[in-house]
Every structure is written in C-alpha cells, then in structure tokens.
C-alpha cells in the first residue's frame, strides 16, 4: 500500500505549489532588491557628482577673485583659499594660477607636477578629466584678463580617487544593507509558504486517513478558498456511499425473493425426477436450479458484504475477529487442531470491516479444516500478513489458477457449494488486498493460504 512518488525531476519540482510560491517569491525578491540597488547607486552618484562639481566650481571663483595682478603681471594671493585641503601635500585637492608665459602660483599642497593651464579656455569655466600630481583629476578652469591685456589661467583639480571612493563606500555598505534585506525578505516568504501551505497539508492528512479507513469523510476546518472543496468531496463521497448501500440492498433483496420460487421449483423437479417419464428433463431442471441457487447464494454474501460500499471508517482487530472464528472452527472440526502464532501482537489491525474481515478469514479457515490430516496453522507475520497453514493434499497447479471462480471444486468427496473462495477473493479484492494460494514446500504437503496488503509489485 505504499506509494511511490516519483523522483523530483526539474518539472517534477514545479510540479509542487510550495516550490513554485518559493521560486516566485525568490524573483520578486531578486527584482526588488535588485532594482534598488541599480536606482539608489545611480541617484547617489549622479548627486555626488554634481555636489562635486559646484564646489569646484565655487572654487575656482574663489581663486579668480584671491589673486592680485600687480605691475609687471606679478601675481599673488591676498589670503589662502578657504578649504584647508589646498594646504595639505598631494592632498587631492589643488589649484594652480600662471600668467601667459609669465610667472605661476601653486597650492602648497602640490609639491610636485603641474597643472594643463590649457583647461582654461575662456571667461566661462569649463571643466574636463585630466592627469594630475597624483592620478586622474577633475580639472577646473577659467581665464582673465590682466590690465596690460595678457591672459591669467586659473585652475583648480581634484583627484577623481575621492570622489570614486565615496561612491565605492556608499555602494559598498548599501550592498551589505540590501543583502540583509533580502535574506529577511526571502525568510518571511519561507515562512508565508509554510504557513500559507498548512491547511493543503492537513488535507493530505485528512486524505490518507480516509484511504486508511480510520474515518469516513474529510475531517477538520480548512480555509474558506478550499473548504467548497472540502464539502463538494465529502458530499460526493457520502452520496456515493448511499448509492453503493441503494444497490446492496438491492441486489440482497432481489437474490432473497428467488430464494423461494426456486425451491419451489426445485422441490417441483425432484418430485418429476422420481417419475420415469420425466426423469431426464427434471435431471436438466435440477443442475440448472443448482446453479441459480449457487448464484443466489454468492450474491446474497456478496451484498451483505460492506466492502463495495466504499463505507470507509472500518477497523478491525485480527485478535478479535479470530477468537470466535476458532472457536466455532474446533467445534465444526473436532477432530483437527488448530494453532494460532501471533508476531504482530495483539493490536494488529486491518482496515477492514469486521464482518467482511471475519467472512473472509472464516472461508480460508473452514477449507483447511476441511482439507487437512490434523492440523491448521495460523500466522499472524510482523506485517500483519495472516497465513492459513493445513497439511492437506494441497492443490495441483492448474486448480489454484481457477480455485477463486465461482463454484470451481475439485474434490467432490467433501461437502460445499464452491463459493468459498470465490466470496474470500471478492472481498479482498474490494479492499485492496492480495489473497494467494500456494502448496507447502516437499516433503511437506497441504496449502498456505496468504492474505496481506497489496505491495507496490502486487497486479
Ligand atoms: N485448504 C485446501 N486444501 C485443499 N483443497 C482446497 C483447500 N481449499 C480449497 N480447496 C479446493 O478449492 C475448492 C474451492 O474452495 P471453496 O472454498 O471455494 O469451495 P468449497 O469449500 O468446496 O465450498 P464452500 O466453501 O462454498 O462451502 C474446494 O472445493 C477444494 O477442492
Ligand atoms: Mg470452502
């Protein structure tokens, strides 16, 4: 009885809405995040940038409006700029004044190199990447005219190193608080499945405890988007179980209003077989009613049976249903012993109901007291499997094939009807459950009658 699912394979694991809200939940997530992180660092840098360059800007005016032309294009500074980076060497920041082929002014935070003067074109500050003293500079440039008419540059750089290291830091450290995000993100929709999912859980279980037969409809509360569901089935499974009773009932009272025509019948015929004339035909009519009431009388067991019914719930203690079985079994087959070993202990059970499980135990059992020398066992295997052991004459091979039809006989010493077998496999049958024949292994002799669940490799 147990199912094997099959291995997750790459739709196999799409195949699970769990795997799918996950999967879904894991692309928003990446999205999210990761469109937030495209648009922060791009808002952050384009900011930054221009943060830079109006103080660059702001800069360079300051420059322009500190220098002093003095006669002979002398230049100086009347007071150091404000921003105390111009005073530290190779600093990053710094600035450079020179007249046309004349005298040049430096920050004293450029100890070294110079500045592309040629950055400065015009009164308009214009600005480009350059090299500077210590790597690639954002360069600041703008032109005056001294008195005498020469033109005065006035540059002002700053390495691209800075600005490019705020921005690495801003991006590095947002990166690191997005990640967290994304982890807490990711857990709560771990969390959203598995809370989510939990009612489709307990249906699962609901499910199986119906095939189990431990209840008879679809148990517990479930949520409003499954609970139609739920009711529909239960419903379903309740009207199926009134039809199924419908036709038992049905089909017993039916073989039960033939019962007394045909032994009218059948008395009718014997008294014509003891009537020369009317031997032969009564012979035919005979055989013919033997048969109708062999049909009768499968029927009639059949519909008292509750295993078509498909009324689950039912559970039966093989301890239970075998003590009167036994009992009555000595008393029908005093001059035979019957042993009983349990390993499954005394709680072993079949989801079967009792007096199915008790009409079918009681035929296999009834046969091998019928066909045995002296002695019947019953095992009872860890499993809960049940063997009916006889040492009998065993079966040939041929007859165990056809041993389940109906009315099938083979020694006509013994008294029966041929239905035993017949009701036992039709029961099993209906309750999932593999019923088999096999003769004892020589030098011993006699039939073992096996009934247990239907394993995976069962037909
Ligand atoms: N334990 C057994 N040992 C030898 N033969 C058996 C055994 N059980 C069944 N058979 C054979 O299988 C036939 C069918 O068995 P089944 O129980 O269906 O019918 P029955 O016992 O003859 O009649 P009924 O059970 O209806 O009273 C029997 O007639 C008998 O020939
Ligand atoms: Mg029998």
Redesign the pocket.
Known sequence: MTHHAPLPGPRGLLNSLRARVLLAVLVWVGLGIGGIWFSATRVFTKHIEEQYHEELDVHVRELAGLVKIGPGEHIELTRPLSDPRYLVPLSGFYWQVSVDRGMILRSASMTRGALDEDVAHGPVIVHRLDNGPTGPAITYGLIRKSPSGRDIHFVIATDQRLLDETIARFTRELTLWLLALAVALVATGVFIVVFGFRPLDRLAQATSRLRAGTTARLDGHYPVEIAPLVDDLNAYIAHNTAIVDRARVQAGNLAHALRTPLAVITDEAERLAQDRGTSAPAAVLLEQTRLMAQQIEYQLARARSAAGSGAPGAISRLSDVLAPILSAMRRLHPDKRFDLVNHAGPEAAWPVDPVDLSELLS??I???G???ESRVQLVIGEDGSVR?I?D????AVG?IAR??EIG????PG???????????HDIATAYGLSLT?ENRPSPAH??V?QLRARGPTDP
Request: glycine share 16%.
């Open positions: 035929n296999l009834d046969n091998a019928k066909w045995s009916v006889d009998g004459p065993g079966l007859d041993a389940f099938s006989r083979f020694d013994k008294p029966g009807s041929g239905l035993g077998l017949a009701i036992a024949l006699g039939l009658v």
